[in-house]
């Protein structure tokens, strides 16, 4: 059935790496990611379309409220779409009251700039990590979901999808997801608008043994010596990946149907056969498109 939903003419995407789009490797050397690859569907509903994203991995809050927000206001976009706070939760000495101001902030300049603000409890990788941080994320997600009744914001739960939290669909880095969780978080945003569904983004992926003992500690092992202690060494020296980066894009512009997202990119339109992907790596994760510095 066609979806009813007026035309989304202009989306802006304001967040860190998830909505920058780690690790969704292009074969250009960037990043493409859900952001992306929903514009490029939304291009498709609508002549003219238009499309920025402010987004730059590791950023906080403060500096996505600070930096991102008043810009993205400022262009009064149809779509805005809003994640962050999760780099924050990471950090040691973590002030959620300090979060929540900040949060407050941005949806309050947001909300009243598009005609739908979309925000997102975000998907986390199935493992202990997850289990340390899932007190914070819950709260996190908590004052999400006030925001978004009291600013009449709708929200996109990625939370609570068993298939996102499968370690296939995350990157080498733990941290960012691959080129399919990607495509199922723009699914699931694209059905979060009302607009008509595409396939099924919960589906879960095609059962597979779990790896031995020995490739699971290989993978441990590379994992801390390329991803952990650099990222480690970075919070001690108060630096962030993000450092001097700028947006990937700007200005509110142009973007044609399909955009990044073109299955001429080797992304599909649709589900993949089987209901999920198939190629796997020897600790059990799929491949990853890339990996990047959070």
């Given at each position: ?21 780690m ?92 005609r739908t ?20 994320m ?18 996109a ?26 495509r ?111």
């Amino acid at each position: 059935m066609e979806s009813m939903q007026p035309e989304i003419r202009s989306f802006v995407a304001v967040g860190d790496s998830f909505t920058e789009g780690m690790s969704d490797l292009r074969p250009d050397g960037g990043y493409r990611g859900w952001a992306d690859l929903l514009a490029g569907r939304l291009a498709g509903r609508a002549e003219g379309f238009r499309y920025a994203n402010l987004a730059v991995r590791g950023k906080l809050i403060g500096q996505i409220t600070g930096e991102q927000v008043p810009a993205a206001a400022a262009m009064r976009a149809d779509l805005v779409t809003l994640v962050g706070g999760l780099n924050d939760l990471l950090r040691p000495r973590y002030d959620l009251g300090l979060v929540r101001a900040r949060l407050e902030e941005a949806v309050e300049t947001l909300a009243p700039s598009c005609r739908t603000l979309v925000l997102m409890r975000s998907p986390g990788r199935r493992g202990p990590v997850l289990e340390r941080y899932r007190p914070r994320m819950e709260a996190l997600f908590g004052i999400l979901d006030e925001l978004a009744a009291r600013h009449g914001a709708v929200v996109a739960d990625l939370y609570t999808s068993q298939a996102l939290s499968d370690p296939r669909l995350w990157a080498e880095d733990r941290l960012h997801l691959t080129a399919e969780g990607h495509r199922r978080v723009a699914e699931a945003v694209w059905q979060t608008l009302g607009l008509a569904p595409g396939w099924d983004w919960t589906a879960p992926l095609p059962a597979q043994p779990p790896p031995g003992w020995a490739r699971r500690r290989l993978a441990d092992a590379r994992f801390a010596r390329v991803h952990l202690l650099p990222w480690i060494g970075r919070r001690l020296a108060g630096r962030s990946s993000g450092d001097g980066r700028p947006c990937k894009r700007p200005e509110l512009l142009p973007w044609p149907a399909g955009g990044a997202g073109a299955a001429a990119d080797g992304v599909p339109a649709g589900p993949p056969a089987g209901g999920g992907p198939a190629s796997g790596r020897p600790d059990g994760t799929l491949r990853a498109a890339g990996t990047g510095q959070p």
